[in-house]
């Protein structure tokens, strides 16, 4: 069917064909005030299900106005099912439940996960795109002032003017900026004055020139040598000047230059890390012992632009030059750190299969001798059996570092077959057992002293021996039960034997007195007896006799006189008469026609005893025993010994308990003893911290090894010795005056005025005498001011492409949904490492894993979309417990409960929407 719906505005426009769906609900009724009923039968259903409780649970906290910290479990396990209905998995966010990989906390630190979704995963890269640095201002139009003018300088909150006088260089004016310890730096460069500021203050600087008109007449020279000289400048000479200009270049403008020498594969002999200085200031370079001197130059050339000195490689070496020349120009390293490289020789792996310096001090050399005196061995016991086989039935505990299991052993059986048992539960115990001749072996796994195992003894067959029995005394003695390894003798007196009951009847002459009738009881039961006068004794003793297997009487005659006997002894021998009519008295008993025999009196070690007529049972402290009094005998009887004792189960290797323990190696080194864990050796000698395994068995003298920390080699050359070196400006004497330049152009004075002479690059020796006549007519007035304006630059951090700002003092960035906060480590510069953040978490609470198909195709495509704000109630999400209070998180799913069945288009039978009954609970 086709279902459409316009009360949600997620699903007026779309009509969705479900099939097989079914969803019925009623209101609460008087009896379930606070119960909503539901009929789950499809993956749909389970779905409405699921959402509705959650919906509940937060209503109830939301009317007690609590918190639903405590539901946050019930909530991720119900979205989790949904999920897996829906196809999907869920992983909890929040900052307890995140990975993070790929973090050098060498380069950031303190990392905070500030938010991360459900289902949240972000990567970061990037790093520091701009060092912090001092103002500097490139000032273009310089040359304005060459005609006379002022540069007003604003440093911070301090101002100053520099006056120039018409005819000064660019250069000149350089000279006299840094001549007058104004506050900023000042080089030529490429016809351009450079201002740097020497502290982190702004700078500004405003050019105010004078403005020089200058017609000049027949300006002549005459005999330049175009192969020494580039270009002659006459345009600062006065009017009517007439020169001969003669002289030569003593040398040229120098770059400074320092040299570091590779090996001879181009490669960096030894690791440091150091601070590059230049003409534009200082940055941190870091060099890796077999790194390609290429890459090495490329770091250099990185920070140009923060150093102002670039690298070349020529072969095996490495140039760091000055981008500039003259005596302004350097090259400086400080403050290198060579790292040390620790080395081991002389391990031997037959021995030592495992050898880890952790640490030594920086230069120290560390040399080992030693013998290992006992080789670590696993924990052993043994069980001693006969022939192969158990020697006696047991069960036993067998314990080892993973656990225990119980064994049991029946005597015969092959120690084989046991070994075989116990290694099939080694995974359960940590112990293998094996068999050698008679003996069964038990071993641990693993070396050393922590390891141990146990046989615990918990049952073994016994063996019971009695002694001292006299069968004149005593008879069918049975030792019931007996304690373990225990010997008990029993002696005393019987004080009395057991007795039968007894009634007499005296006849007259052989025959009854007169007839009766009477019921003989006895212990088996009572019989009638008719008794006729005159009837014989004889006849009625034959009589009762036949009647003694009903009643367990026995009539004997002695004249005439009838005697009654129970068969057996002991109060239960009774007989009883009881006459029903005429006459018929008896003697004996109690009188009254009724007689009981006595059970025997017994003192068995100091304790009374009675006995079941003769048969005693007797039970003390040691074990039960049952026998019978021989009867008639009375008087002490003889002492008897009862002795019981286990089987064998011979065991050794172990203490007391049972347990033994594996065996640490033991070694002594330089002197000292040390004892290993297992085999495993932690030592420290002087200054050197090491972690050594020594081979399994191996006992004896070690090989001498050696350990050294060597400084990594790292050095430069043409510079001062002290890792500086410094331009030279270029040398020239005209006319007689010496002049220095930083370029290849020179200054030169002629009368009150100057010319510069730029010589072709690389030009020494004599110049060719050359005539300068010229004349001038000038103009002079105020030219426009110029002002250059530069703050210190600020470090710039970028993240993923944007530049990240700090908060309070830390960087915070959020990409795909996860917020960060961090710093940066000490000293970090460049770019980090990649890494990675994802949510990991799950359900805390079980939940019962849906048999349900997942849904699919549009009923799936449309679910989602009806429960895309639900999965925020989950642990990191917006509405989770520690966002938002119970009934915004409510609202979020009763407008999920809203969206499906608006697009199922299903109500209850009473015309109400399961939403509707929600509300009408809230309500």
């Not at 002459?509 to 019989?527: I, K, R």
């Not at 009638?528 to 009487?553: C, H, Y």
Request: glycine content about 12%; charged content about 20%; aromatic content about 6%.
């Amino acid at each position: 069917m086709t279902i459409s719906s316009s009360t949600s505005s997620s699903f007026a426009s779309r009509s969705l064909l479900v099939e097989n769906f079914q969803l019925s609900a009623r209101s609460p009724s008087q009896s379930e005030p606070e119960t909503l009923l539901r009929r789950v039968d499809t993956t749909s259903d389970r779905i409405n299900s699921l959402v509705a409780g959650i919906g509940e649970k937060l209503l109830d906290a939301a009317r007690a106005g609590s918190s639903f910290t405590n539901l946050q479990g019930s909530i991720d396990s119900a979205l989790t099912e949904i999920s897996e209905l829906l196809g999907q998995s869920l992983t909890l966010g929040g900052s307890e439940n995140s990975i993070v990989r790929g973090l050098d906390s060498s380069q950031i630190k303190d990392l905070e996960i500030l938010s991360l979704p459900p289902n949240g995963s972000a990567r970061f890269s990037g790093g520091i795109t701009q060092q912090a640095g001092n103002a500097k201002v490139l000032i273009t139009d310089a040359a304005r002032l060459q005609g006379g003018g002022s540069l007003d300088l604003k440093i911070g909150g301090s101002e100053r003017r520099i006056q120039f006088q018409p005819g000064r260089s660019i250069a000149g004016m350089a000279q006299q900026i840094n001549s007058k310890n104004v506050g900023v730096k000042a080089i030529e460069l490429d016809g351009k004055l450079r201002l740097t500021s020497r502290s982190s203050q702004s700078l500004e600087a405003t050019v105010r020139p004078v403005r020089v008109g200058r017609n000049y007449g027949d300006n002549q020279l005459f005999g330049v040598n175009a192969s020494q000289i580039d270009r002659v400048d006459l345009s600062r000479l006065p009017e009517g000047v007439s020169e001969t200009v003669q002289g030569q270049v003593d040398s040229v403008a120098a770059v400074a230059r320092l040299t570091y020498q590779g090996n001879a594969s181009g490669l960096v002999t030894g690791s440091a890390n150091f601070d590059l200085s230049g003409d534009l200031g200082t940055a941190n370079v870091e060099t890796t012992r077999g790194e390609s001197l290429l890459s090495f130059a490329e770091k250099i050339n990185n920070v140009s632009a923060f150093t102002g000195v670039k690298a070349e490689v020529n072969g095996n070496e490495l140039r760091l030059v000055s981008q500039m020349r003259g005596d302004d120009a350097e090259v400086r390293l400080s403050n290198v750190v060579r790292q040390f490289r620790p080395t081991v020789e002389g391990v031997n792996a037959a021995q030592i299969p495992r050898f880890d310096l952790q640490s030594i001090a920086d230069g120290a050399v560390v040399e080992l001798s030693g013998t290992v005196t006992t080789a670590a061995d696993t924990a052993k016991l043994q069980y001693q059996g006969s022939g192969g086989n158990v020697a006696d039935t047991a069960l036993f505990t067998l314990s080892g570092n993973l656990g225990s299991e119980q064994i049991a052993i029946v005597q015969g059986e092959s120690l084989s077959d046991v070994r075989d048992r116990i290694n099939a539960e080694t995974e359960s115990t940590g112990v293998v057992a094996t068999v050698d001749g008679d003996t069964l072996q038990f071993s641990g796994q693993t070396v050393g002293s922590s390891e141990s195992i146990q046989v615990t003894l918990d049952d073994i067959t016994q063996y019971v021996d009695v002694e001292g029995v006299n069968a004149g005394q005593i008879q069918g003695f049975t030792v019931n039960s007996s304690e373990p390894r225990s010997t008990n003798i029993l002696s005393g007196t019987v004080d009395q034997t057991a007795t039968k009951g007894q009634l007499t009847y005296d006849g007259f002459l052989g025959a009854v007195s007169g007839s009766a009738t009477f019921n003989l009881t006895g212990e088996l039961g009572t019989a009638e007896i008719d008794v006729s006068a005159f009837q014989s004794l004889s006849s009625l003793r034959d009589d009762i006799n036949d009647r003694t297997g009903d009643t367990g009487v026995v009539a004997t005659l002695s004249g005439s006189r009838l005697t009654l006997e129970s068969q057996g002894e002991g109060s239960d021998g009774i007989v009883e008469v009881d006459v029903v009519s005429g006459s018929f008295d008896t003697n004996g008993g109690d009188g009254n026609g009724n007689a009981a025999g006595t059970d025997a009196q017994l003192t068995i070690n100091g304790e009374s005893v009675v006995a079941d007529g003769n048969h005693v049972d007797y039970v003390d402290s040691l074990g039960s025993y049952s026998f019978d009094v021989q009867s008639g005998f009375t008087g002490t009887f003889d002492s008897i010994e009862v002795t019981t004792s286990d089987g064998s189960f011979d065991l050794t290797g172990g203490d007391e308990t049972g347990t033994a323990y594996g065996v640490d190696a033991e070694a002594t080194i330089n002197g000292q003893s040390f004892v290993a864990n297992g085999d495993e050796f932690s030592v420290t000698i002087d200054s050197a911290v090491m972690a050594f395994d020594i081979e399994t068995g191996f006992l004896g003298a070690i090989d001498p090894i050696t350990l050294r920390s060597e400084e990594d080699e790292f050095s430069v050359t043409d510079g001062d010795g002290n890792d500086n070196a410094y331009g030279q400006d270029g040398q020239a004497t005209i006319n007689g005056q010496t002049y220095t330049s930083s370029t290849n152009t020179f200054e030169v004075s002629l009368g009150e005025s100057s010319v510069d002479l730029e010589f072709v690059d690389g030009f020494v020796g004599a110049l060719d005498t050359f005539e300068i006549d010229s004349e001038v007519t000038v103009q002079r007035r105020t030219g426009t001011p110029s002002t250059y304006r530069s703050s210190a630059t600020r470090e710039q951090f970028m993240m993923n492409g944007q530049e990240v700002t700090k908060v309070d003092g830390r960087y915070e960035f959020e990409q795909d949904g996860v917020r960060i906060g961090f710093q940066l480590a000490e000293g970090f510069r460049g770019s980090f490492d990649n890494f990675t953040i994802n949510a990991n978490g799950s359900a805390s609470e079980s939940y019962r894993s849906s048999k349900m198909e997942a849904l699919t195709g549009t009923t799936l495509e449309a679910t989602q979309t009806a429960l895309a704000d639900l999965f925020q109630l989950a642990s990191g999400g917006k509405y989770d417990s520690e966002n938002t209070d119970a009934l915004d998180a409510y609202n979020v799913t009763k407008d999920a409960l809203a969206n499906l069945q608006s697009m199922f288009g299903v109500s209850t039978r009473r015309g109400r929407s399961l939403n509707g009954l929600l509300f009408d609970q809230s309500a």
